[in-house]
Each structure stands twice: as structure tokens, then as C-alpha cells.
């Protein structure tokens, strides 16, 4: 069966020269502990270092400034917790409702631990308002954690303006750029961060590494995890080698090609984003028209449950999502529709379509091909439909 794999915000395949790269740590002579002082060690320490430098160099920050961890998750818990349990003059955190559960379940358990915080809400497209944030600042923020690009919906936030705010207070900046990186220009000058949260495989790398950018001066400390004391303390535990070299390529492949792949992604969304409203009714654009990312394409389709799309489009081998992969499975809407002021019901009918480096023209046809005795066919089982 023809099969299109239409959820790259979830995950991506490991890139093959990823992959080869990644062969060469798990195989030959180069499976030492880069904590030995041997020769195998020290193989093992000049790919970790070689990898930081990669990731470094692709956000503009220095080698010494990157920590690799399992994944997006924990370089977000890290980020958080670690400022939460370091700066002492005060107790307010700031982050949006959209965030990722990453974020925001690290940042409500701080609620719980007696941590006063504030979730902005976010206007009809998803983008949180830079004025919002200026309102919330109090003599007591000590962070503020805003995502740079949403992965249910693809908005890009003002994080620039954002994070002029901060440095302006002296209050440390997170971003979590799961998302964006690869896709969209990430700079931590040029964003103003003083955090940054980076996932191996939703940029072709593996699954279960990650980074976290910390700016040299920044008042963080490692709270997660007791042990050794690798990465310079930051991370204690023997270093994922496979993973760590992963990463690096994956930065350094998608960086790369990134303008060049985003004027091929941005010109098979807008197809798809027009196909779809030229042959159904009733559909509507989740997320911002224009500041969103280039290979997300996110819609609702009324009167429609997206679990059951998503069925459909699978038994003709299309692959897509109703928000995040996180809570696909649970019968709650998303939350971040419906921080966006969707109603319940119509932020069922979700549908989420993100494109990636192998996704053709093809695809795209075949897509809409597909969808519209799909949509015709659930619209007239619906209790809701006229
Ligand atoms: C996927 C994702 C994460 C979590 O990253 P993992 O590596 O899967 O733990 C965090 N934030 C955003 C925005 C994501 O899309």
C-alpha cells in the first residue's frame, strides 16, 4: 500500500547519513566511555565534543554552552527547574497556555511546590501577546518559558520582543525550540535567551537525545539528577555516544539545507492548505496564516470527529494527527485549541498535517484525492451535519 507519512511534528525518520553516522558509535572501535582515559575513551570524548560544537555552532552559542540530555522533555525540565530552585529573589514563573506538556507540567508542579505562576492565554490564532507578558512581569518573575514555534498548530511566537522584555528585568528567558530549529532561523543572540530547548528526532535525528543551551552567566543549577559528573555537572550520567552523535549530524544537516527545503515545504502547504478549502466547506485554518512554520498545516473540520479522520486517512496509508501525539488517544480536545477560544465540540474535529523532507507533490494529491469521500462519508454519519 502506498503509505505518506504526513506527521513530522510528532517525529521524524532518522535521516540515513544520521543513521550511518550513528552505526559507526554503536560497532567498531567506538563504543569506549568518554570518561576513560584510554584510547577508546577518548574516541568516544572527540564525537561528544565534535557533536557540541555542531549544535553550538548551529544556534550561535559556544560549545560550552550546550548540555545534551534525553530529549526535549528533560532539557525543558532542566531549564525550569533548575532557575526555579536557583534564583531566590523571587517566586513568579510565566509561561502560556499553549506550551507544550513538557513546560507546562514542569511549571504547574512548581505551582504546587508553592511557586506563584502565571499561564497567559493566547489570542484566536495561538500567539501569545508581547503586551500580556509585560503585564504579568512582577519585582518577583524570575523566569518566563515561552515556546518558540507551537506544535499543534505551528505559530511562531514574538519571542524577539519577548525576550527584549526579559533582559530588560533581568529575568531568565527559556525557549523551547523543539520546533523551530531546522525549520525556522534560531539564534539565542539574536532571540535574547538565556535557555534553549533542543529534541533530536523531530529534526531527522534518533529518539531519546536532546540539548539544552545554557548562557554562560545564566543562574541555573542541575536539580534532576544526582551522580557523576559529566557534562561539566550539568547532566550526570554516561553520555547516550549513538544519540549524542545523532544529534550533531541532524543539526547540521537540517541547518544546512534549511532555506532551500523551506521554499519546497512552504510551496506543498500552500497547496495543501488550498486544496483543502477549495474542495471542502466548512474547514477552517488552526494557527496564524502567515507566522507559522513551513511544513505545518493544521485544520478543523466542522462536524467532523478527527479521531475518526485520522482512521480513514490511515486505512489508505496516510499518516496524520489531530494536535500532538501526546494527547492523541485521550478523548480530550487539545488544549491548545482550545486556549484559542475554540468550543469543545468543534476542536474534536481536528486534523493536523505536517510535511517533511521526503513528502513530494504526489503525496499532496493523493491526500486530497483521499479526503474527500472521507470527509463526504463522516459529514453524513454526523448527528451534528444539517
Ligand atoms: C516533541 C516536543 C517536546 C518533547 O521532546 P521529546 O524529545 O519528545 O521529549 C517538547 N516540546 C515541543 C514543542 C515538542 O514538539
Known amino acids: 500500500m502506498r503509505r505518506v507519512y504526513f506527521d513530522h511534528s510528532a517525529t521524524t525518520p532518522v535521516h540515513p547519513l544520521v543513521a550511518e553516522e550513528m552505526y559507526r558509535f554503536l560497532t567498531d572501535e ?27 555552532q548551529a544556534i550561535g552559542a559556544t560549545p560550552a554552552e550546550i548540555t545534551f540530555t534525553s530529549g526535549g522533555t528533560e532539557s525543558d525540565n532542566m531549564a525550569i527547574h533548575g532557575v ?5 529573589q523571587g517566586n513568579h514563573i510565566i509561561t502560556s497556555a499553549v506550551e507544550h506538556h513538557a513546560v507546562l507540567n514542569a511549571v ?16 484566536q490564532y495561538g500567539m ?8 504579568a512581569i512582577t519585582d518577583k518573575t524570575i523566569l518566563i ?72 552567566g545564566t ?8 551522580g557523576g559528573a559529566q557534562e561539566r555537572l550539568r547532566r550526570a550520567g554516561t553520555e547516550n555516544i549513538p544519540g549524542i552523535v545523532g544529534l550533531g549530524k541532524a543539526v547540521e544537516l537540517i541547518t544546512e539545507n534549511m532555506s532551500k527545503e523551506n521554499e519546497r515545504l512552504i510551496a506543498l502547504r500552500d497547496k495543501l492548505i488550498k486544496g483543502v478549502f477549495n474542495r471542502f ?4 485554518l488552526t494557527g496564524h496564516p502567515t507566522m507559522r512554520l513551513p511544513n505545518h498545516a493544521s485544520f478543523l473540520f466542522e462536524y467532523i470527529e478527527g479521531e475518526s479522520m485520522l482512521l480513514s486517512l490511515d486505512m489508505k496509508g496516510i499518516a496524520g494527527s489531530t494536535g500532538s501525539a501526546c494527547t492523541s488517544g485521550s478523548l480530550e480536545p487539545s488544549h491548545v485549541l482550545l486556549a484559542m477560544g475554540i468550543p469543545h465540540e468543534i476542536a474534536h474535529g481536528s486534523l493536523r498535517i505536517t510535511l517533511g ?30
Open 30 to 56: 567506538n563504543y569506549g566511555n568518554p570518561s576513560s582515559v584510554h584510547y577508546f575513551g577518548q574516541l568516544a570524548r572527540k564525537a561528544v565534543d565534535e557533536s557540541r560544537e555542531k549544535v553550538a
Open 84 to 88: 526555579a530552585n536557583t534564583i531566590k
Open 108 to 123: 504547574k508542579a512548581l505551582g504546587k511546590q508553592g511557586f506563584d505562576i502565571t499561564i497567559l492565554p493566547v489570542d
Open 128 to 135: 501569545v501577546s508581547v503586551d500580556d507578558v509585560e503585564k
Open 145 to 216: 518559558s515561552i515556546m518558540h514555534a507551537n506544535n499543534e498548530v505551528g505559530t511562531i511566537m514574538p519571542i524577539v520582543e519577548i525576550g527584549k522584555l526579559a533582559w530588560d528585568r533581568g529575568i531568565t528567558f527559556h525557549v523551547d525550540a523543539v520546533q523551530s530549529i531546522g525549520k525556522i532561523p534560531v539564534n539565542v543572540d539574536e532571540l535574547g535567551v538565556h535557555l534553549l530547548t533542543v529534541s533530536g528526532h523531530k529534526i531527522y535525528g534518533p529518539k531519546g537525545i536532546g540539548a539544552l543551551y545554557i548562557r554562560k
Open 219 to 226: 543562574r541555573w543549577k542541575q536539580t534532576l539528577l544526582h
Open 281 to 284: 466547506d466548512h474547514v477552517k
Open 357 to 386: 523532507k521526503d513528502n513530494t507533490e504526489e503525496d499532496v494529491d493523493y491526500f486530497l484525492e483521499v479526503m474527500e469521500p472521507i470527509v463526504d462519508r463522516l459529514r453524513a454519519m454526523s448527528p451534528l451535519s444539517e
